[in-house]
């Protein structure tokens, strides 16, 4: 089903006219439909078939708790890789168990926040996490159960700031030095290992990288077993594209079967998935509004009130957006090449460059498509821009999932007078 279409030359959001949200809500808003989040998931999870899968929503694409919500009525569960999302996942009603938590610098709080929430698995990613992990645990009297982030060092092919898992990046213990991790870590009794882990990076349109990594974990999965270890939990990450121009990323089934083979033979393992973009991306269209045309000898601007602090991926990813108008134009109008451009001060601020859009007016309506996964949660309250709103359209109705920011909220933290600590 197309849960964002036009019907008589009007955007529609599952039955629901974005001109009538945007009327209520004001703009920009951020416009999610609850059929398209849900069905992406369900999706993902079927094409695994019965395989033993625990999907894990990665919280940081689209943390908005009515969409958490609905990760826990499906019996999801989620990444992790902050405090602050251990506390959405388990308001939202996820329960610890399916909770793991990723990330390169774990604070000794988070660990101690997350064993008392009773989380799956930690995704340790050096030696330096472990020996923190350990003393927390064993502070506690607890076991912490663990897998590892391996850098299988493959080449994701995506853009560089979200490419993790080749030898230079950051994240994860080099795939020659795991073993050795490995031996160190069961001998810590408060720490049990089960589980290795990998994400090689995001907006991924082919399944190789998929194949190639799982491939190096599963070697190291049965070395680890004969080595003693107990490894039940294989987490293959995230990662999986969206279409947002014209990439043709794996379908569900391809990107199953390359998983479901590459790790084939190491039976008994319950597979651990970290979908973000691939289930919010295209679950949400953010709407602006237009607030002048402007035109210089060099260009032409349509300048809108949605800017880089609302949907910063164009500016930081040289990211393309679909942009359309709410009401098409009728058939045939003539279209011109302009800059979608925000009201920030920065010349990096735009939605899109020397864009070829049907002709628009000031007061009109524009829909950036594919702004679900990285869009809210990357906001900022940068040029102290209050953030947009949330709105869920489930079934027909649509309804506030966060309310648009006041001036109130963007002092609200800053004392009215300096105080001391
Ligand atoms: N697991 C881990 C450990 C991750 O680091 C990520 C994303 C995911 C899962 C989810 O990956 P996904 O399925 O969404 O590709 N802000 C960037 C994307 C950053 C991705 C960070 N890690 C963007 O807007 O393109």
Redesign the pocket.
Known sequence: MDYFAYKGGELYVEGVPASEIAMKAGTPTFVYSAGAFTGSLEALRAAFGKAPVQICY?V??ASNLALLRKVAELGLGA?I?SGGELYRALKAGIPGGRIVF??VGKTAREMAEALDAGILMF?LESEGEMELLARVAADKGAVAPVSF?VNPDVDPQT?P??A?GLKESK?GIPHGEAPAVFARAMKLPSLRVIGL?C?V????TSAAPFRDAVGVLSGLVRALREAGAGITHLDV?????IRYRDESPPSPAEYAEAILRASGGIGDLTLVL????????NSCVMITRVLYLKKTPAKSFVIVDAAMNDL??PS??G?WHEIRPVRLPPEGAPEREVSVVGPVCESGDFLARDRALPAAAAGDLLAVFGAG??GFS?SSNYNSRPRAAEILVEGGAFRLARRRETYEDLVRGEAEALCSL
């Open positions: 990665s940081k694409a990444d890789v990723s990330g995704n982030r853009h700031y979200i993790t994240f882990d994400h990076g995001s907006q991924l990450g995230g990662g999986l594209g970290e979908p973000g973009r691939s289930a919010a991306g910063l991926r930081l990813y990211a996964a990285y990357m």
